[in-house]
C-alpha cells in the first residue's frame, strides 16, 4: 500500500515536470532559475568582467508574458532595449512568469540574484518584501521592483512606478465625450497600486468634461478572476455602461464582453489593446518601461546599483496614449484628448493620484 | 419608474446567476458521480483548465463549436482514466493524487497555450439562443430562457442526474461502491470498474465545465483561466450534500449572492468593495454551517478499495 503510493508521487512528480520543463515558465515552480544555473554558472564567475560580457537581466513577473497587460507591458520593454543592445549575445534576458505566489518569486528572484545576473526585476507591487529581504545579500547586483516608490533606502534597490492617474484621466476626458447613455463602467481588479490611480484619473478626467455623467465602479477583487471580471463587464452593460474601461490582466474578458455587444466602447491601459477589438478600442494608455530599462542598465555599468525612484510620466514618456487607429474618433474629442495630453505635460493640469 | 427599475436589476441579477453557476454546476455534478462511489477527486480545476484549453484550441483553429466541445470531453475523459489509474489501481491517496492532477492540469494548459497561441485572442463559441414561445414572455424570457446551449445543458443535467443516481441499477451500483466496497464487491458488483466509469464521467462533465467558460461565457483563453472555479465546484459537492439540487441550490446561492455584489457596486451602493468581493464565501459558509448533513457522506469516500482487506 505505502510502496504504492511512493511509486504514485514519483509518477506524479515526473509528469508534472515533465511538462514543466520544456518552459521554464509553465508551472508556477522554481526550477527554471537552477536549470539555467547548469548551462550559464562559468561565464559569470566575475561580475564585472571584461566589456565584452553580456549584460543579464532577469525579470519575475506576476502573469504571463503575454497578458496584453501589466506583464508583456514589462517584456516587449526588455525586448526592446535588447534589439537596441545588440541582441542576445550584448543582453541576456531571463523570465519567471504566472508567479502569482509570492514565495515562489521570491525564492527566483533569490536564484537569479545568486546566478549573478546583473539586474533583476521583481515586477509586482507584492513582491516588495522580498526584495527588502534578499537585496542586503547581493551587494553587486542591481534590484528592481514596482510598482512602488519605496527602495528601502538601499543602495541597490530602484523603485518604479507609473502615474497610471495621467492616461486615466485622457482616457476619461475622450469618454465622457464620446458616451451617450451617460453611463461609463469600469471593471477594477484590487482597489490598490495603478489600478486605483489609474480608476481615480479616469474619474476626474471624465468629471472634467461633465461632471453629470455617472461613473459606476466593480471590483473583483483578484487580478486574474477572467470569469467575474467579464460578468462585472455584463452588468455594467446591463446596467446601461456604452463605454468601459478596466484594468488587469482580467480585463480580457471585460472587452470580450464589449465585443459581445458589438458596440460598447473600450479604453485599455498598461498595454495597447487594440488588436482584441479592433473596432471598439478607442485608446490605451501603455506603459514604455524602455527608458527607465535604459537607464538602469547605464547607471549599472557606470557603478550606480540603486537608490533611485522612476516615475512613468506622461511628460518623460514613460506614458503613451496609443489612439487606435481602426476607430475614427471624431476630430473634436482627439483634440480635446491632445490638448488635454499636453496640459498634463506643461503641468496645467494636474492629477491626483 | 423606480418599480422599473428594481424589476430590471432583479432580472439582471438572476440572469447573471445563472450564467455565472454554469460552470459550477457541471463540475460539481461531475464530482457528485465520482465521490459518490468513493472517490475524491480534487483534481476538477486542472481538468477544466486542461479542457477550457482544448475546446479553445479546436474551435480557434476549426471554428467548430461542436468539434470544440467534444475536444474538451475527449480531454476530460483522458484526465479521468489518469485520475482512476492512479486512485483506482494504484490505490494512491486521492486527495494527494488530485492535488497533482491539478498541478499537471494547470502547467499543461498554461505550456500549451503559451507553444500554440502564445496570445490573448478570441472565438466565436456558443452563442445565446432564444427558446420560441418562452423565450418572449417579458422579464422571465430574458432571464431564464435565452442562454447558450451549454447553460441550459447545466440545468437539464440537474434531472438527469438526479435520475441516472436514484432511478437506475447503475445509480444504485455507484451508491453501493462508495458506501460499502467489500459488500457490493461480495456481491458481484465490479468495484474498480464502476469507480472508473465513475471518475471518468465526473472528468468529462469537469470538461464541459472548462469548456463553456473557453467556448461559451468568456470566448477566451487565459493562463489560469478558472481561477479556482474547480475547487469551489468540490465544496459545493460538500454543500449539496451529494445530491444533484442540493448542488443546484448551492450553486445558485453562491452565483446569485456574487451577482447581487455585482449589482451593488455598479448601483453605486455605498459598501467597500472588499466586503462586497467576501459576501458570496460568507453566505456560503455561513449557509454550510447551518445545513451541513455528513451522515450523507459516502462512507467510503476517499478510501482505496483493495479485496480481502477488512
Given at each position: 500500500m505505502f510502496k504504492r503510493l511512493i511509486v504514485v508521487m514519483v509518477l506524479l512528480a515526473l509528469l508534472v515536470t515533465a511538462c514543466a520543463k520544456p518552459t521554464p515558465t509553465a508551472a508556477p515552480m522554481t526550477e527554471v532559475p537552477a536549470t539555467e544555473a547548469v548551462v550559464t554558472e562559468a561565464p559569470t564567475e566575475a561580475p564585472t568582467a571584461e566589456p565584452a560580457k553580456t549584460f543579464r537581466v532577469a525579470v519575475v513577473m506576476p502573469s504571463a508574458v503575454t497578458d496584453m497587460a501589466f506583464s508583456q507591458s514589462m517584456y516587449n520593454a526588455l525586448l526592446a532595449v535588447q534589439?537596441?543592445?545588440?541582441?542576445?549575445?550584448?543582453?541576456?534576458?531571463?523570465?519567471?512568469?504566472?508567479m502569482f505566489k509570492v514565495p515562489d518569486a521570491a525564492a527566483a528572484v533569490r536564484d537569479y540574484a545568486s546566478q549573478g545576473f546583473d539586474v533583476v526585476i521583481a515586477h509586482g507591487s507584492q513582491y516588495g518584501s522580498s526584495v527588502q529581504e534578499i537585496a542586503p545579500d547581493f551587494p553587486d547586483v542591481t534590484f528592481a521592483w514596482g510598482t512602488d516608490v519605496n527602495t528601502f533606502g538601499m543602495p541597490n534597490v530602484y523603485a518604479y512606478t507609473a502615474a497610471a492617474e495621467e492616461g486615466g484621466y485622457i482616457n476619461g476626458v475622450l469618454a465622457a465625450m464620446l458616451t451617450k447613455s451617460k453611463i461609463i463602467g469600469v471593471t477594477g481588479p484590487v482597489e490598490v497600486g495603478d489600478a486605483k490611480t489609474y480608476i481615480d484619473g479616469f474619474t476626474q478626467g471624465v468629471a472634467a468634461i461633465d461632471p453629470t455623467i455617472t461613473v459606476s465602479k466593480t471590483w473583483t477583487?483578484?487580478?486574474?478572476?477572467?470569469?467575474?471580471?467579464?460578468?462585472?463587464?455584463?452588468?455594467?452593460?446591463?446596467?446601461?455602461?456604452?463605454?468601459?474601461?478596466?484594468?488587469?490582466?482580467?480585463?480580457?474578458?471585460?472587452?470580450?464582453?464589449?465585443?459581445?455587444?458589438?458596440?460598447?466602447?473600450?479604453?485599455?491601459?498598461?498595454?495597447?489593446?487594440?488588436?482584441l477589438a479592433p473596432e471598439l478600442v478607442v485608446a490605451s494608455q501603455v506603459y514604455d518601461w524602455i527608458g527607465m530599462v535604459k537607464e538602469i542598465i547605464a547607471q549599472h555599468l557606470a557603478g550606480t546599483l540603486g537608490g533611485k525612484t522612476y516615475i512613468l510620466q506622461l511628460k518623460n514618456d514613460g506614458l503613451k496614449i496609443a489612439f487606435n487607429p481602426l476607430y475614427a474618433l471624431p476630430a473634436d474629442v482627439l483634440a480635446a484628448g491632445q490638448k488635454a495630453i499636453e496640459d498634463i505635460k506643461t503641468g496645467k493640469i494636474t492629477v491626483t493620484p | 419608474m423606480n418599480d422599473v427599475f428594481q424589476l430590471s436589476v432583479i432580472a439582471g441579477i438572476l440572469t447573471s446567476a445563472i450564467r455565472l453557476a454554469t460552470p459550477y454546476l457541471y463540475a460539481a455534478i461531475g464530482e457528485t458521480f465520482s465521490q459518490r462511489s468513493g472517490v475524491l477527486n480534487l483534481g476538477v480545476d486542472g481538468i477544466m483548465l486542461l479542457s477550457a484549453y482544448a475546446s479553445f484550441y479546436v474551435v480557434l483553429n476549426t471554428s467548430s463549436i461542436w468539434l470544440g466541445l467534444l475536444a474538451a470531453i475527449v480531454v476530460g475523459l483522458l484526465m479521468g482514466l489518469l485520475m482512476s489509474f492512479v486512485s483506482v489501481t494504484l490505490k494512491a491517496e486521492q486527495g494527494i493524487s488530485g492535488i497533482g492532477l491539478y498541478m499537471f492540469g494547470l502547467g499543461l494548459s498554461s505550456l500549451l497555450f503559451k507553444i500554440t497561441i502564445g496570445t490573448v485572442k478570441t472565438v466565436t463559441g456558443f452563442q445565446p439562443v432564444k427558446i420560441p414561445l418562452l423565450g418572449n414572455i417579458p422579464v422571465i424570457g430574458e432571464i431564464f430562457f435565452n442562454h447558450s446551449l451549454l447553460v441550459y445543458g447545466a440545468f437539464l443535467l440537474v434531472p438527469v442526474a438526479w435520475w441516472i443516481l436514484e432511478k437506475t441499477t447503475w445509480g444504485l451500483r455507484i451508491k453501493s461502491v462508495g458506501q460499502n466496497p467489500a459488500a457490493a464487491d461480495s456481491l458481484g458488483v465490479n468495484v474498480d470498474r464502476v469507480r472508473y466509469v465513475s471518475v471518468c464521467i465526473g472528468a468529462m462533465l469537469a470538461g464541459i465545465a472548462g469548456a463553456s467558460l473557453s467556448i461559451s461565457l468568456l470566448n477566451l483563453f487565459q493562463d489560469n483561466l478558472t481561477a479556482g472555479q474547480g475547487f469551489i465546484a468540490v465544496a459545493l459537492v460538500y454543500f449539496g450534500g451529494w445530491k444533484p439540487v442540493g448542488i443546484l441550490w448551492g450553486a445558485l446561492l453562491f452565483s446569485t449572492v456574487n451577482?447581487?455584489?455585482?449589482?451593488?457596486?455598479?448601483?453605486?451602493?455605498?459598501?467597500?468593495?472588499?466586503?462586497?468581493?467576501?459576501?458570496?464565501?460568507?453566505?456560503?459558509?455561513?449557509?454550510l454551517a447551518v445545513t451541513i448533513n455528513r451522515v450523507r457522506q459516502p462512507a467510503a469516500l476517499n478510501k482505496p478499495f483493495e479485496r480481502g482487506e477488512s
Open positions: 534589439a537596441e543592445m545588440g541582441g542576445e549575445a550584448a543582453m541576456e534576458i531571463k523570465y519567471s512568469e504566472g477583487g483578484s487580478f486574474s478572476d477572467v470569469a467575474l471580471m467579464t460578468e462585472a463587464a455584463k452588468t455594467h452593460i446591463a446596467a446601461g455602461a456604452d463605454i468601459l474601461t478596466g484594468s488587469s490582466q482580467s480585463v480580457v474578458g471585460s472587452i470580450g464582453a464589449a465585443k459581445d455587444t458589438g458596440k460598447v466602447l473600450w479604453f485599455g491601459t498598461q498595454q495597447d489593446q487594440a488588436s | 451577482a447581487f455584489q455585482l449589482w451593488m457596486q455598479v448601483l453605486g451602493v455605498n459598501i467597500p468593495s472588499d466586503v462586497a468581493i467576501m459576501l458570496p464565501y460568507l453566505l456560503t459558509i455561513a449557509a
